[in-house]
């Protein structure tokens, strides 16, 4: 949002005016509740209060416990962020960035903000983004990814209003939306159609132009505004009716993103909205974002928003965790991110929520050594198994196969319990594991694996493939110190101060002398491991590994029966012992499963019944919290767990339910069975 309006002798007004006037100035403004705010009468900040209460209101709509608070106001600064207006300093919640209207009249005018029109988007800006990067960024925006030369099969030719090969074309945009629930009213491509669609004019004949999507009309518009001829989107450029040809078109769309000169991607609504979703997106070189009915643009130097003046350092932020995953590391914090954001989407159809990504898994393949089974990177593949629900309040949904025709469908893959992919919603796997080192972070651990995994096409094993775990396999290797370096990588001595605010220092076993750095390393937040690894030098050349999609995976492991029950935090339960003792908890995918379990139990009667099985070991190191001095100090605390899934049973066929833990010392007292386990 942008402010224009001019400075008025209000004590508020002229807090919030030092905030927009100093770039020094990172006071917090607390303006007390919003009866509190509106009260004062100001016609400069009110109108801005009134406004945003407003917004809160409605958003807050059918929120019975939806309360206004005591502390709406603006935040202390964040460097190189705008300034933002939060419904709670101390709670946060909705917030919004406010921008200073500039005011050309006034000389040396603080303002950074323009004002938008509300129906139109400045097409102008984003040709004069495009020139700039093309101009200025050079090689630096030209591939930085070093993705191998891939050509689309088909493109729409905007010129001639036709589709022609992809082959004999030049530069190329592409398209990133969502399909939208309609889309089987618009055109689709089978082996008839496509002769049609390349006849010249053939896109603005009224049979074809008529279905099509208001997006494809409006991407083809825009291509031709910032000076481009050929479009790629793939309602058009892939025969549907092909299953062969789209899985090797959806496997390389990765790829084609990444080959694209720039990305046009609909953050906003769908095909049928047009231009106001998303595949792959965060491969391409450039990207054109319609999001929250603004334009903005991001490459490998810039981001530039379509609110902004030109040259406003402001909210230019560009997340680096795809640059270090392509830059050889197999960095499993940062393809955590990547997982969480693009399985928080809703899709059309559950079964295409792992062909809806592996694009992007083709392409990190190249990091992460054996590829990725059903999501899960075969070189972790043990800590993988893991994962659960990024927050203990979050519900994710189970995906099953739709009833659509096997000609219609993308790919014939399964749904897994065992992997995320057979989850809708916001996971977490593999945070916290010792390599990358994390300053801020309050713990860390080792996966420690207690078995070996096997996968095969059938739940008769036959035949069995070995899942190797290569990461693990090799980790000890990696911390023996009086080994030649590595290629690229340089050794630090660990000074004995060295800690965040004199916080102590988390470190594995083995690694408290020492601290490595690589020179390929592209970010500084990334810069500092505790051990070194080789770096797998990555080329335009370097082809991706995606093994065979078996959805059993089989292991010999211990089960315990048990018992659990609410813990009172989320969708979380605590796991008892017979004895009625809580030895640990499960992180449960909803609160449906939640409601199948007690609050409150009795000495005769702790909970109900869980089966439980153990995946790997956990040696965990965290911080001690020093309740008096408000701040983490010494001794460091250290202990070993059972990370563990719930199961239940059908046709000789484990099921996961859930992941969670116990204490190592706990599980090993138990009366554990052997058994011979089958995940489907």
Not at 21 to 42: M, V, W, Y
Not at 84 to 91: A, F, I
Not at 448 to 464: A, K
Not at 642 to 656: H, K, N, P, T
Request: proline content about 5%; overall charge negative; hydrophobic content about 35%.
């Amino acid at each position: 949002m942008a402010l224009s309006g001019t400075f008025l002798d209000c004590e508020v007004c002229q807090n919030i005016w030092r905030r927009f006037a100093d770039q020094d100035a990172t006071h917090e403004i607390n303006l007390g509740s919003f009866e509190d705010a509106l009260s004062s009468q100001c016609p400069g900040h009110t109108p801005l209060v009134e406004h945003f209460r407003d917004y809160c209101r409605n958003c807050r709509k059918g929120d019975a416990s939806f309360r206004d608070s005591d502390d709406m106001g603006i935040r202390a600064a964040v460097k190189g962020s705008s300034i933002t207006l939060t419904e709670s300093l101390s709670k946060l919640g909705l917030f919004w960035g406010l921008l200073l209207g500039k005011k050309d009249s006034v000389s040396n005018h603080p303002g950074t903000g323009r004002i938008l029109d509300p129906d139109w988007a400045d097409l102008d800006v984003v040709r004069e983004w495009k020139n700039q990067c093309l101009s200025s960024h050079g090689p630096r925006c030209e591939n930085p990814m070093k993705i191998w030369p891939t050509r689309p099969a088909w493109l729409i030719d905007i010129e001639n209003k036709c589709v022609v090969s992809g082959q004999c074309c030049g530069a190329f945009v592409a398209l990133s939306y969502r399909w939208g629930e309609d889309s089987d009213l618009g055109f689709r491509v089978d082996a008839n159609t496509m002769p049609e669609l390349q006849k010249p004019n053939a896109l603005d004949s009224p049979e074809i132009s008529t279905r099509l999507a208001p997006i494809v009309r409006h991407a083809m518009y825009l291509t031709s505004i910032i000076g481009e001829r050929y479009l790629w989107v793939d309602a058009l450029c892939i025969v549907h009716s092909d299953n062969v040809v789209t899985a090797e078109q959806l496997t390389l769309m990765g790829a084609i993103y990444a080959n694209a000169i720039v990305t046009i991607i609909a953050a906003d609504g769908d095909s049928q909205d047009g231009l106001l979703g998303l595949r792959d997106y965060k491969m391409s070189q450039r990207r054109i974002l319609f999001n929250q009915k603004e334009l903005h643009w991001e490459c490998q130097c810039n981001v530039w928003h379509e609110e902004m003046i030109l040259g406003a350092e402001i909210d230019k932020y560009i997340d680096p965790r795809l640059g270090v995953i392509l830059a050889g590391f197999p960095h499993i914090g940062s393809l955590n991110h990547l997982i969480t954001e693009y399985n928080r989407r809703e899709l059309r159809y559950d079964e295409d929520a792992l062909p809806g990504i592996s694009g992007l898994l083709s392409v990190v393949s190249r990091s992460f050594t054996g590829g990725f089974l059903y999501g899960l990177p075969e070189m972790t593949f043990d800590r993988g198994l893991g994962w659960k629900p990024h927050w203990d309040h979050v519900n994710l949904r189970r995906r099953i196969q739709s009833n659509r025709p096997n000609s219609s469908r993308l790919s014939h893959l399964s749904l897994p319990s065992w992997s995320w992919v057979g989850w809708q919603g916001l996971v977490s796997g593999g945070y916290g594991e010792a390599a990358q080192i994390n300053h801020r972070q309050t713990w860390i651990e080792e996966t420690i694996p207690i078995t070996e995994w096997y996968t095969s096409s059938s739940p008769s094993g036959s035949p069995l493939r070995r899942i190797k775990s290569a990461w693990f396999e090799n980790r000890e290797a990696f911390k023996d110190f009086t080994k030649p370096l590595p290629a690229g990588w340089t050794r630090h001595n660990v000074l004995t101060d060295d800690s965040t605010e004199n916080e102590p220092r988390l470190y594995p076993d083995g690694c408290e002398s020492y601290i490595f750095k690589h020179c390929k390393m592209p970010d500084d937040d990334y810069d500092s491991w505790y051990f070194p690894f080789p770096v797998r030098d990555i080329q335009e050349s370097t082809p991706p590994f995606t093994p065979e999609q078996t959805p059993y995976i089989f292991c010999e492991t211990k089960r315990a029966h048990l018992w659990a029950h609410q813990s009172g935090n989320g969708n979380t339960l605590n796991i008892c012992n017979k004895s009625g003792s809580n030895i640990g908890f499960l992180h449960l995918h909803n609160q449906e499963q939640l409601e199948l379990f007690p609050k409150t139990v009795t000495d005769d009667v702790p909970g109900v019944p869980v089966e439980l099985i153990a995946i790997y070991r956990s040696r965990i190191c965290s911080k001690t919290w020093d309740e008096k001095r408000r701040r983490y100090a010494h001794p460091q605390k250290r202990k070993e767990t059972y990370e563990v899934l719930w199961v239940e049973w059908e046709d000789g066929v484990a099921y996961r339910l859930a992941s969670g833990r116990v204490e190592r010392a706990d599980w090993e007292g138990l009366d554990l069975e052997h058994v011979s386990l089958i995940l489907g």
